[in-house]
């Protein structure tokens, strides 16, 4: 248990779904992430938000969209996915944004799957 | 550009073994991150660390910032411990850069 909790766990989607993922922390923390993790490859930064405001876009497509009404919670927003935006997505938190002197701790991820 | 390479990719080790994994990075990352992600996929925070050597329990990490590498050593390995072990770099400008992980299996 590292203080942030990621619902649902598990996502079963057609291409036309409308679906939220959702992370909450409990630590106090002032900086939320979005990550994307596909097979074989690297996490991938998506959004970064610090005192509830956006401070990264990587460049994500629009069929994603994040929201963060508070500083504790933290949605991602999909519509209209595709087959190949299937993976593991992970939020996590950090004190500041600092990642030179800050830990970041991650929720336990939603498996996304898009049929 | 920030960049992180770790080796190995795979490694499998026999229970009880003394295990490293190294971590190699580039100009402009002052921290290392040390991940550690099981199966169903939840990631822990093992280490993070800008200078010397954090012992927790039976991992060890160390870095060398001369050299811009670090390495992650398990003592007295056990089958708990397989996982995904992923190197991070953190730098001032918030952005992790990530390896791309080193899957190792401990044998009972």
């Known amino acids: 248990e590292t203080g942030v909790t990621q619902t649902p766990r598990h996502l079963v989607m057609g291409m036309t779904n409308k679906k939220s993922l959702k992370c909450e922390q409990h630590l106090g923390h002032n900086a939320m992430y979005w990550y994307k993790q596909s097979a074989k490859k690297p996490l991938e930064l998506m959004f970064v938000y610090n005192f509830k405001e956006q401070t990264e876009n990587n460049s994500v497509p629009s069929r994603f969209s994040p929201e963060c009404p508070n500083s504790s919670h933290l949605f991602l927003h999909l519509h209209t996915l595709q087959p190949e935006d299937s993976a593991l997505y992970l939020c996590?938190?950090?004190?500041?944004?600092?990642?030179?002197?800050?830990?970041?701790?991650f929720g336990p991820g939603t498996r996304l799957t898009v049929t | 550009k920030n960049e992180v390479e770790q080796s190995p990719q795979n490694l499998t080790a026999q229970e009880g073994e003394f295990i490293t994994i190294n971590c190699s990075y580039s100009v402009g990352i002052s921290a290392l991150h040390w991940l550690q992600q099981h199966p169903g996929g939840g990631i822990v925070s093992l280490f993070m660390?800008?200078?010397g050597k954090k012992k927790h329990g039976r991992l060890i990490a160390t870095i060398n910032i001369q050299e811009k590498h670090s390495s992650l050593h398990i003592t007295a390995s056990h089958p708990r411990d397989s996982a995904v072990y992923i190197c991070a770099g953190g730098g001032s400008n918030y952005k992790l850069t990530f390896g791309k992980g080193t899957l190792l299996t401990v044998n009972p």
């Open positions: 996590a938190s950090s004190q500041d944004l600092r990642e030179d002197i800050y830990e970041q701790y």
């Open positions: 660390l800008s200078s």
